[in-house]
């Protein structure tokens, strides 16, 4: 007998039926509760272990979320990759709330890839070559069409098309203590069944397998321990008509947790790590290509007062109180000067009278945000300067959180605490000898 399948049913049931308990079980804005709720009818289970249980959720794979002129923001990223040709071709835009960029995962999966980073989805290393030698030849191929006519042509990237349309995906670990601790293993289905309208929910028939961290791979937990093989997405997005995982998008979020990562276990990360690292970091320098002396992509501005129906603030302009051309920050030093909180290295200037403005929750002003949007479409600027400052503006300074620090912090504040005797911390009696 096969168990009660909420996810299936509730996934596509009319919205009366799931109105109610929707809304009292989620807290998630209404752009979020939508793509769920796609997710829910379109993967139907966790990208990673197969797992259908009713409390999966939406991982954003670009997340641009802040509180602060967040539709601005928002706008003006989805304009950026939108120009970039980084959407399916029948979406016509990139929507970050859009299921091309996002998988869903268990909670606590989720917290691990999305906030912690202690692991991260590559291409297998195959697969990664052939989209880079692809991304390659279609830049070349633009830098032609555009010495050829000296207009605008558009990039000719076509992401439905081989190799970038459904590689196959490697799970890289880099915390493997924080993901899975103490051998911890973790179950992943060998086979998945999806619920179709129409059709009966599946029986219960789906083989598991357990896993467990060796290094920076999953092995398998009986001999010989071989690895975790790449896997190919499965999900049948096809039948609602929603587009594939955007294979670029999750590139991007690939190469900002290896970033992070090697940045500050650089010296200890294995080969593997290494080389992933370094070929995920080439990818994003030609997902950011621009031919030389491109005129400025479509200005950004005017593809968010297009995309806004002609409606835009006045905090959306490019033009601002002390900003000077001259002073462009330098992505790289910037990002080091943001975090330290020094601005300094690279910063604009601004007139003295001017109040300072607040940093975002990514640690980015507007101004800053406004200086990277422009820097992300520079053509003066070489395309690792340009992916630079892409990379600044889709994550800001933000860094995924130590996996280890929380535990120890809670320690030593138990351990300082005063307690009953002479001395704070715990204090085992005979009964725990």
């Given at each position: ?67 602060s002129n967040y539709q601005m923001r928002k706008m003006r990223v989805e304009a950026l990759l ?352």
């Open positions: 007998m096969s168990p009660p399948d909420d996810v299936f049913t509730r996934a596509l049931a009319p919205p009366s039926e799931t109105e109610e308990s929707d809304s009292e079980l989620s807290p998630e804005v209404p752009a979020q509760k939508e793509l769920r709720t796609k997710l829910l009818a379109c993967d139907q289970r966790s990208f990673l272990t197969g797992s259908a249980v009713a409390d999966l959720q939406a991982a954003h794979i670009i997340n641009a979320v802040q509180k939108s120009q970039l040709r980084l959407h399916h071709p029948s979406q016509g835009w990139f929507l970050l709330d859009g299921p091309s960029n996002a998988i869903l995962l268990e909670p606590g999966l989720r917290f691990q890839w999305d906030t912690y980073g202690t692991f991260c989805f590559e291409p297998a290393e195959p697969d990664a070559k052939a989209i880079l030698h692809a991304m390659r030849q279609s830049n070349q191929d633009w830098r032609k069409r555009y010495e050829a006519t000296r207009g605008a042509p558009v990039r000719p990237l076509d992401t439905t098309a081989p190799p970038f349309d459904h590689p196959h995906w490697d799970v890289v670990i880099l915390h493997p203590h924080a993901l899975l601790p103490d051998g911890q293993p973790i179950l992943i289905s060998q086979t998945r069944t999806f619920h179709l309208p129409g059709q009966p929910v599946p029986e219960c028939g789906l083989s598991w397998k357990g896993w467990i961290p060796s290094i920076d791979r999953l092995c398998s937990m009986s001999e010989p321990h071989e690895s975790f093989p790449p896997f190919t997405a499965q999900d049948v997005r096809k039948h609602f008509s929603c587009p594939s995982i955007s294979t670029l998008a999750m590139i991007t979020n690939a190469h900002w947790k290896l970033k992070h990562f090697m940045e500050k276990h650089g010296a200890s990360a294995t080969p593997r790590v290494q080389s992933t690292a370094a070929l995920m970091s080439d990818l994003v320098t030609e997902i950011f290509y621009v031919p030389p002396g491109y005129p400025a992509i479509i200005s950004i501005d005017t593809a968010v007062r297009d995309r806004s129906g002609g409606r835009q603030s006045a905090t959306a302009s490019t033009h601002y109180p002390g900003a000077r051309r001259t002073t462009m920050l330098d992505p790289s030093d910037e990002a080091s000067a943001l975090a330290s909180g020094s601005r300094s290295s690279g910063a604009p200037h601004f007139e003295a009278s001017e109040a300072p403005e607040e940093e975002d929750e990514d640690g980015v002003t507007n101004t800053e945000f406004r200086l990277l949007s422009t820097q992300a479409q520079d053509p003066a600027l070489d395309s690792r300067q340009r992916a630079n400052a892409a990379m600044m503006m889709l994550f800001g300074t933000r860094r995924p959180a130590n996996p280890y620090v929380e535990r120890t912090q809670a320690i030593e504040a138990l351990t300082n605490m005063p307690g009953d005797g002479d001395s704070g911390g715990y204090q085992p009696d005979q009964s725990d000898n």
